[in-house]
């Protein structure tokens, strides 16, 4: 699928035509979130709500919630995505197609057999010094073989998730990154694309809750509870699509500011982000809306940003964006197989520690020979291809 936007957009901003490296990092410091967010769901309820208690008068509550970060994901891969078209050289849709396959479930789909191996050689005999979450998650045994093929399948419920809970991400990422094309051209209207998200996003609400599937913090029972969930995370990535399509206004108005409009703006990212709101109806209703939000402030301020960008250009938060990926794949079995096995014996504190150390080990290891490879596969069977549609 060709789409040329033309005069629809902003002039094709600078950014829009080399990769944008603080974004890779924003991604990895996002997986670096849902790591610290399982690791302290490791602790027991109570001292789990005391660190959640304490971490709200730091800046380091950002770090804590797990289902904010995923929600940037989604609002960072519209962004992303989309660049081509606004630079005018958008990929025909068949090699973006196969690219994207390769690209999300070729790792995907090693992860879970990493995951079904380190069950397989978990010991899985009850460890009271962890929390209730820990103890409920993995599968008991025996190992069912139809719940693992499911996993396979991207059916984003919560028995096609239980050996890699984070996962079910991936099924909303691949299913809304087939259709991803036709929300390009959605937005060539800005105002169509605002009303579309909109209309998906409080749709959504009501339909969940028909379906049973009202918390929208946890994976859902039902496919179609889950396929309802893909409608209501479309919005965020119309959210950054329009971003992209309109980055150049944005730059210039950001670099007009006066200095405590542009520090209100990082502070209201922040707090939106973190849920900083007193009504919990809001929360409730709006959450994900107020988070998406926050997360699109967080991706414009970081661009036209230079020395917030040139920080996350280099050093730890480039390396996590390199392996920002694996990281989010492997880190959970790794947590709950590490858990399982030194848990009674070294303590919750060694758990979270060597379960840290792993996981980052063992993103850089599947990075190397199972990212870069599948990554490699694609542009090959493109370059060998004939598809041009």
Known sequence: MDCTLGAATDAAPPIARTRLHCLDSIRGLAS?????????????????DRIFAVAKFTPFLIFLNGHAA???????????????????????YGQY??????????????????????????????????????????????????????????????????????????AHEMRISIIFPVLVLIS???????????VLFFVSTPLLELCGDANIGVVPESTMAAWILTLRYVPFFLMGILLAKHAATLGARIRQMPWWLYAGCWAASYAAICKHIRSDWVVAHFGDLIIALGSGGLIVLTLHSP?????????????????????????????WFVGYQLGESFGISVVVMVAIALSLVLAEFMFRFVEQPAIALGRKLIARSTIDF
């Open 32 to 48: 670096l979130t849902v790591l610290i967010f399982h690791c302290v769901a490791l602790y027991p309820d109570t001292i789990r």
């Open 70 to 92: 995923v929600i940037m994901f989604f609002a960072l891969s519209g962004y992303v995505l989309s660049l081509p078209y606004f630079a005018d050289r958008p990929v025909p």
């Open 97 to 170: 197609l196969v690219k994207r396959f390769c690209r999300i479930y070729l790792p995907f789909a090693v992860a879970i057999c990493l995951s079904v191996f380190l069950w397989l050689f978990s010991s899985h005999v009850p460890v009271p010094s962890l929390g209730t979450w820990f103890q409920e998650n993995w599968p008991d045994p025996p190992l069912v073989w139809r719940q693992v093929l499911s996993h396979f399948l991207m059916d984003g419920t919560h028995f096609a998730t239980r050996f890699d809970e984070p996962i079910w991400s991936l």
């Open 188 to 198: 060539r209207k800005s105002n169509r694309a605002i009303a579309l998200g909109l």
């Open 307 to 335: 020395r917030v960008s040139h920080f996350l250009e280099k050093g730890l938060a480039h390396w996590l964006g390199r392996v920002s990926y694996s990281l989010y794949l492997i880190h959970l079995p790794v947590l």
